[in-house]
């Protein structure tokens, strides 16, 4: 007691939060993500911190939940942190958390020489000696930091967000660093055209290989206009990658920001529809001519996520376009954003790709569900290109969650996938993978 009285700190359960009573989250009222969110509120223990009279638990819980308010959270990223020290008057709240996340996996009848399961490494030609493999990684464990307040320009929230996913996945990696304060973002996000809540969820740390996948430092805007509508866009700086060979044609720096934007129509249980869009400025050299020339590029993006019935959840996502390649999960491993036009020796131009995902997620209770993962990445170059480059590739993944508690999850998942090149070569891995995760 003395303690408390020297800091003016009390301890005190989220439940004060008039959260609403477990026995009446069902799946006939909502949907499986709301009553898992909801079971996330009731869970926090809150640390009040400073003298004075406690705020009304409706200030408290308006704080609570700007920890849940995340347009581009993945579903691999840590759940809102367990415990929160909140001011007393509820101006001020912080949250240290993350997860404690293992994966173990079985390749069979042709493996991946990654801990992704990435199409776009599957070798090809199939090696006999290399078609089975075991493997696990505690990458993805993952620290998250948050600190919300309120201004009188609206509110605030910074967020850093680390895990090991760095080289052999136990490298310390920063993810996110950003702060956004009312309509604005700035700092190191998800790019503005991505839409991450689109992706159905799989225990695979790549996920489906026609998402776009790409982290930038940026200056964001985002405006809801009305409780449907509302629309963001950005500056970005870029990193492009150019299939520049040193001897015809040279890489130059990236010297113009890309400019996001997306528009976006919201309803129902946290379901939208959204169309989204990018436009790139790429530089190289030719070295023929010995001038330097800029290639403009771009991307659209179609997504959405919508539930037919409480218990379904659908997700779709179709993006094209020429020059954005480094912003796709599978094809940003090589260098597609500018490649050789075979007519012209020292002549680069930007090449069109497509991208299309697609997933299911049931839940047979609120806390066992099983997805399916569905994805196509297609490369459509202008001009003659080597016979066994990539273009192609198959991604499919099927699995089962179970949340033990609201923090405790496992799961289970198949996944199977085919790369295939020019020349008509091509290969299949197939994946077992199980999954242990624990958030604080």
């Known amino acids: 007691m003395g303690f408390l009285a020297t800091t003016g700190v009390a301890a005190a359960d989220s439940g004060m939060i008039a959260a609403p009573d477990s026995a009446a989250l069902t799946l006939d009222h909502m949907t499986a993500d709301e009553i898992r969110t909801e079971r996330l509120k009731e869970s926090h223990k809150i640390i009040f911190v400073g003298d004075g009279e406690r705020a009304s638990a409706d200030s408290v819980a308006h704080i609570v939940s700007l920890f ?9 990223d840590p759940l809102a942190p367990y415990f929160l020290f909140m001011s007393k008057d ?39 000696d290399r078609t089975r493999r075991i493997g696990g990684t505690p990458g993805g464990t993952a620290l998250m930091f948050r ?15 680390c895990d090991f996913s760095g080289p052999d996945n136990v490298i310390f990696k920063l993810k996110k660093a950003y702060v956004t304060l009312a309509d604005w973002t700035v700092g190191y996000a998800p790019t503005t055209f991505s839409d991450p809540a689109a992706q159905a969820p799989t225990i695979d740390g790549g996920g489906q290989n026609g998402k776009i996948s790409h982290t930038d430092l940026l200056l964001r805007w985002q405006h809801s206009f009305t409780p449907h509508w509302e629309m963001a866009t950005s500056l970005e700086i870029p990193k492009s990658q150019v299939d520049a060979d040193g001897v015809l044609t040279k890489k130059l720096d990236d010297y113009l920001p890309d400019v996001a934007l997306f528009g976006q129509y919201n309803w129902g249980h946290s379901e939208h529809v959204r169309l989204s869009g990018i436009l790139r400025t790429i530089p190289y050299r030719n070295l023929v001519t010995g001038k330097s020339k800029t290639v403009l590029g771009w991307g659209v993006q179609a997504s959405t996520v919508f539930y037919p019935i409480n218990r379904l959840a659908v997700y779709g996502m179709f993006n094209t376009g020429q020059g954005y390649q480094s912003y796709m999960a599978d094809m940003s491993i090589g260098a597609y954003d500018l ?5 012209k020796p020292g002549e680069l131009y930007a090449p069109l790709a497509v991208g299309l995902n697609v997933g299911l997620k049931y839940n047979f209770t609120p806390s066992v569900y099983a997805c399916a993962a569905l994805g196509r990445v297609g490369y459509y170059p202008h001009y003659k290109v080597d016979p066994t480059d990539y273009r192609y590739g198959l991604y499919g993944a099927f ?19 085919s790369r295939h090149n ?5 290969n299949h891995a197939n994946r077992v993978d199980v999954l242990f995760q624990f958030s604080f």
Request: a negative charge; one cysteine or more; hydrophobic letters at 40%.
């Open 68 to 76: 849940y308010v995340d347009q581009y959270r993945h579903f691999q």
């Open 147 to 161: 600190i919300i307040g309120r201004s009188a320009l609206g509110d605030i929230v910074g967020t850093i967000q």
């Open 399 to 417: 699995n089962v969650f179970w949340d033990m508690s609201p923090r405790l999850q496992v799961g289970a998942e198949y996944l199977i996938g």
């Open 339 to 343: 490649v050789a036009d075979g007519s």
């Open 422 to 426: 020019f020349n008509g070569e091509h």
């Open 90 to 128: 509820a101006k001020l709240a912080m949250g240290i958390g993350g997860c404690i996340r293992m994966r173990a996996w079985g390749d069979f009848d042709g493996a991946v020489p990654v801990n992704g399961f990435i199409p776009y490494m599957i070798p090809v030609p199939r090696d006999p």
